[in-house]
């Protein structure tokens, strides 16, 4: 059974399922595609896993397409959107058709933004091929692209028909990228879901992918997508619960802008910033020493950075962190944990606090 | 009080009273606006009514500022739309903020479509300053801009927090567009609303602005928007009774394809597809020819072509017909009246009532 995220009229299907590549079009005929079809991928992706869904469609009776874009974060932005627009426009796509993200997070943004926007919105499903992108990226309706001025600045709330996932397809996945993918699949174990926390701590080995069982994987992405689907839900433009999912990201971005977004992928700065946020609820007496080791140690069992690299500017951080969106009327916003399994918002963390948790970071 | 555009959390007033610019500052507070706001508009508008609507909301203490954009739908594209996204982040709009559009339906598409896609979402206001934006393009939520391969391909559905009308600004609306929008108001008359239909006949003349009493003016666009509010309301995305706006518009746009949007302005264009959808009735019974002629009347009355010009190239409209969006598997889909203030959607019209239509079109 799949999960649905559930949205009244935008309400829709997550498919786990190993293989489910192959099953793309019945999928599609299952939630109403018809005609028409727009694969947006990228060089790599569509050559693993391209053949796959074109045949699977086109098997089926589809008419498809491809749109093959550079791969890499520099390409998000409207020139590529305007790339998947001449393709809309030359295979003349109607408001029936479809498009396909075959890739990860920025071709699923990017592929959304543009199936948003074509006819004022055409049918969209995610096929996303990285463990960051089926777990969050995928999920939830946020697409678009950057701008000069920061990221993510244009884009849409814009729901997918399906998002199809293949646990299979990780095996192509590089190392470094799995294991940014886990920061998240952790975030929800601490903030959400303890279960899933604990299935992650039942692991002997967490950082790679080829050392989890079929089964434990299918069931870590299980729970990942649940915990994504159940916040969204219940706040699909981000006006209140779905904050939570920023657990991590307050001091995780700003280590990201402070490294210009080069040095740490995005889950190795989250896992940094969950690192600091348990830090600082400890501090505040939010949760246990104990609960804030037993957190860093699955991020240390991940191979995932548990202290930052030692010639970091921490004034440039707490700098950025005044910049980030998340900070409302000079206050600095910050998730943190309560328990393994629940988290809340605050904004009364004192500058102290945050310098202490900031210095454990570098220092331990 | 102003009519409601009913769309649960996504509904919003119209306001329609002489001197509202004035009151643009209180406007925005009742719905909730606050902080920045960018008033988005061309030179000529701006220079008549932008002082107003400047002075009105710095006094009440929002943050104002301007991106004036050059006027006419060739500049309604991605280009110029990246041109407000240069504004938004100068001036670093947040999500509360607010995008006011000042202007007619290009502005209004434009502005629209920036506060779609900026931030995935912030405050829209409409302040039409034509007739046809009032009756038509600012309420509904249709945004977005052209593409090379056609109009409007590129957009969103959003709707504004609020529209302001000020039947004053009229003034100062060239006859030629004043007489495009009485188009779309004739046609509220034939498909929804008898009362308006009955009003305009009662007006001794129409053909201008100045002729209309301020009292019937309001009338004439209440009724007007009330209609299309209630037809959205009913229809946001277009999948149903929406259609019926398209009376006039399937062979009013073919008109305006084979004259490559140059000869006739959209109103001029759709009186004439009103005509020609009249016809069409009266060929199939649905519709009497004296209704017919009330109609032709009416449209005679406001000074707007009813008659093709005679050079025109019956086969390339017919041909023009059969590339609409409209046309669904083959059929062309139309609106037709079936008495003043009904009207209903076919595709079963034979191809010689289509022609017979177009020849007295032009020869009558």
Chains 1, 2 share one sequence.
Not at 313 to 322: T, V
């Amino acid at each position: 059974m799949p999960i649905i995220v559930s949205l009244d009229e935008r309400s829709y299907p997550i498919y786990i399922s190993p293989q489910s590549l192959h099953r793309t079009g019945e999928l599609l005929i299952d939630i109403g595609g018809k005609g028409k079809v727009l694969i947006v991928s990228n060089p790599v992706i569509f050559r693993h896993y391209g053949e796959i869904v074109f045949t699977a469609l086109i098997t089926l009776g589809f008419e498809v397409q491809t749109c093959i874009l550079p791969a890499g974060e520099r390409y998000k932005n409207l020139k590529t959107i305007e790339r998947i627009y001449q393709h809309c426009a030359q295979y003349r796509l109607e408001r029936r058709s479809t498009i396909i993200a075959l890739g990860g997070g920025v071709i699923g943004d990017m592929a959304g933004f543009a199936a948003a926007t074509w006819l004022r919105g055409i049918n969209f499903v995610q096929i996303p091929t990285t463990l960051l992108a089926m777990v969050d990226a995928a999920i939830g309706g946020k697409t678009g692209v950057n701008h000069a001025q920061g990221k993510n600045l244009i884009g849409a709330f814009y729901q997918p028909k399906a998002v199809v996932i293949d646990p299979n397809v990780l095996q192509t996945l590089p190392v470094r990228e799995y294991r940014s993918g886990m920061a998240e699949v952790i975030k929800y174990g601490v903030i959400w879901e303890p279960e899933l926390f604990n299935l992650l701590e039942s692991q002997p080995q967490l950082s790679q992918y080829r050392y989890l069982a079929t089964q434990d994987l299918e069931k870590i992405l299980y729970f990942s997508c649940q915990t994504k689907a159940t916040i969204v839900s219940q706040d699909e433009r981000e006006g209140g619960i779905r904050a939570l999912l920023n657990y991590g990201h307050t001091i995780g971005h700003a280590i990201e802008t402070v490294t210009q977004y080069r040095y740490y992928t995005h889950g190795e700065a989250v896992a940094l910033g969950m690192i600091a946020a348990g830090d600082i609820a400890v501090q505040l007496g939010w949760w246990s020493k104990d609960e804030q080791s037993r957190q860093k140690q699955l991020i240390a069992n991940v191979k995932l950075p548990i202290q930052l690299k030692p010639d970091i500017d921490l004034e440039a951080i707490k700098l950025a962190l005044n910049w980030d969106k998340k900070v409302v009327q000079g206050a600095v916003r910050f998730i943190l944990p309560k328990k393994i399994g629940q988290a809340a918002m605050t904004d009364q963390v004192p500058p102290d606090v945050i310098h202490q948790a900031l210095i454990c970071l570098i220092a331990q």
